[in-house]
Each structure stands twice: as structure tokens, then as C-alpha cells.
């Protein structure tokens, strides 16, 4: 067996429902869950019937690189939303949603040979940056976010010789949990480090569709492009359809960005044997290549935000996030799995203790003391879900 395997941390998941084991939910209640961040709004019908129209795909092996219409296509969306131009030949790859690349990269990227070959992951994090940096034969730094900076990871509190053996950086923006869009000024810090010290990139960018200021989130490629690094040296970025188009279950997705790493996985990719089935290509290319679907999501999203946050604002300390489909609140009295736990056994609410999204470093977990709700069902649902937690807090400290 693989001696890295048992390095690999529980899912929070995993540890939610040990948590809720021994948990009677109050059956007065049906059962609302704001704990997976898993899309619910429905899938658009040009996607559906772009699948349905390509079933003769199924009868071919698709190419590991992609079609070129589809890296067309993708390479038109980052030229219309990021004003960046990117060569479809070498500068894209689709993959199968952002979760495997994210895997898959760390993969190709780290040298596990290096004395202390270093991951950087943002803390609280999606754990797949973890576990792909502990399969690499990596070890993971925990880059604390900083509440006072927006949740945004302050790149100078990470010193020098950490730096000089970090071969991969991933940034989340907008971030999971958090919400968090990386401010230009930050990524100005990130490429000189970057130029400095050699390492590589990854940028998740899977929920940059979904936000509630009228600027859209600033994207990796397009930082680049102001800062004037037009090959994207040692960047590349992951988005998904998932989110932006609800359809978490097609599992579609591209890469972008430096044509050095994109080259080498590629060849990753082809071992590997994770090429896109033509099916999806081609859905994936009406989903890129329309935007009225995408607004109209974001509609939803802002409108349930805007229903639900000020209610939870009430009673716990949070606010409206830049992007993303999450609410990370502080609770009364901090301790996160009691609250997730209490709430489930008093009103059948699921939340996601915050503790199980970080990793104690540097002398504290700092998600512990806090929750993570996805407002991913319908609005009413979601207002329900609001009424029934203010009052929870409300008895709770009364
Ligand atoms: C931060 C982050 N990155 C990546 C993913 C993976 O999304 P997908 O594989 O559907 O593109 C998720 C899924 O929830 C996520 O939260």
C-alpha cells in the first residue's frame, strides 16, 4: 500500500456525522441542510439539450486535450469576463470538474525528492489542496486567513525559509468558506514571491460566478495581465461549471494559464487517463459560451442572500460575503460542534462546525468557533432555515 495513504485526514463530512451520531433531531421539524455546498438551482435547458444532442460522442474515445471548439469556447469566456487572451492550443485544458485537477496538479507539479518539498494551502481550506499535497509526498503549510484582512491570507506573516521550499501555492478566490475575493494588491505580493522563489500557483476560482458587489471578482489571469506577466508564468488557474452553470453532477471544468506546466500536465493527464467524455465537451461548450443562464443564477443567489444574511445577522456575527454560496458566522459562546449539534437535535437544522474546514496551526484552528452555511436550496428554505436558527440562538442566550 501506499505509506502516504494514512496521512489522509477524515472528511468533515465524515466527522459531521460522527458528530450527529448519537443526535435525535427534533421531529417536529422537517430536516433542512445548509451543510454540503452542493448546488441546487436547476440545470439550464441549453446545457441539457446540448448533452442530449451528442450521443454520438459515446461511440469515440475523446481526446485528453480537449476538442478545439471547446477550448475555444473556453478560451472566449476568459477573454469576455477576465480580458485576458490565452492561446486555446496551449494555454487550456479542460478536466473533469476542478476537484481532480486540483488533485492531479499537485501531482505533477511537486518534486517530493526537495528537502521539505512545501505545499501552501489557505487555512480553513477545501481539503483536497491537503491531500493532494500529502499523496505528492509534500507537507502542507497552513496559511492562516485573516479576519482583519477580509479573511484574506497575509503573505508576509510567512517567513522566508518557508517560501524558499514551497513549490506550490494554492489560492482559493473566492474562497470556501470564507467568501473572500484576493485583492489586487495581494496578488501583486504573490507573483513577486512567486518570481522570487520559483513556486507555482494554483488558483480556484470555481465560485467567481456567484458574487453580490457589482464588480466581478477579480480572476488570477487577469491580475496577471495588469502586472504585465503575459505568459502567466508559473500560474494557472481552475474553474468549474459546476456552480456557474448547476450541474455539480456533469463534472466539467478547464484549466488556464502557463503553457510550460499545462504541457507537462497534459502528459500527466493522458497516464492518467482522465480525458472528458465527448458528451460533456460538447455541453460544456453551450454552457461557455452563454451568459443570460449565469446571470439569472446570480440573481437567485443575490436574492436569497439579501433575504437571509440580515435575519442570521441578528443573532451571529457575520456579513454578506464578497462571493461564493457560504455564510461563515462566529456563534455565541464559540464552540462550533455544540452549536451544529444543538441546533440539529433542537430544530432539525444541519450547519458545518467551522473547526472541520482548518487544521489547528501556528497555535490555533481558525475555524474553530465558527459555522459554515450554504445557502444552496431555495430561498423559502433557506428562510426557514434562518427563522428557525435565530430562535435557536435566541433560547439558547436567553
Ligand atoms: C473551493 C472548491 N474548489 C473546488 C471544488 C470542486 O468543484 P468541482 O469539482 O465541481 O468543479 C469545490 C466544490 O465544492 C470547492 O468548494
Redesign the pocket.
Known sequence: MNPLLPSLQPYPFERLKQLFASVTPNAAYRPISLGI??PRHATPQLVLDALAGATNELSMYPPTVGSPVLRRACAGWVERRYRASLDPVTQILP????????FAFAQTVVDARAAKATVICPNP??Q?YEGAALLAGAQPYYAPSDPSRNYNINWDVIPGPVWATTQLVYV?SP??PTGAVMPMTDWEKLFELSTRYGFVIAS?E??SEIYFRDDPPLGGLEAAVKVGLADFRNLVV??????RSNV?GM???FVAGDARILKQFLLYRTYHGCAMSGMVQAASVAAWNDEAHVVANRDLYREKFAAVTPMLAEVLDLRLPDA?FYLWASVPGGDDEGFARDLLAQYNVTVLPGSYLARRAHGHNPGAGRIRMALVAETAECVEAARRIVAFVKGATS
Open positions: 455546498g452542493e478536466v473533469n470538474g476542478s476537484r481532480e485537477a486540483l481550506f477545501y483536497i482559493c474562497g470556501n480556484d470555481c465560485y481552475f474553474t468549474s461549471l459546476s456552480k455539480p463534472r466539467s471544468g461564493a
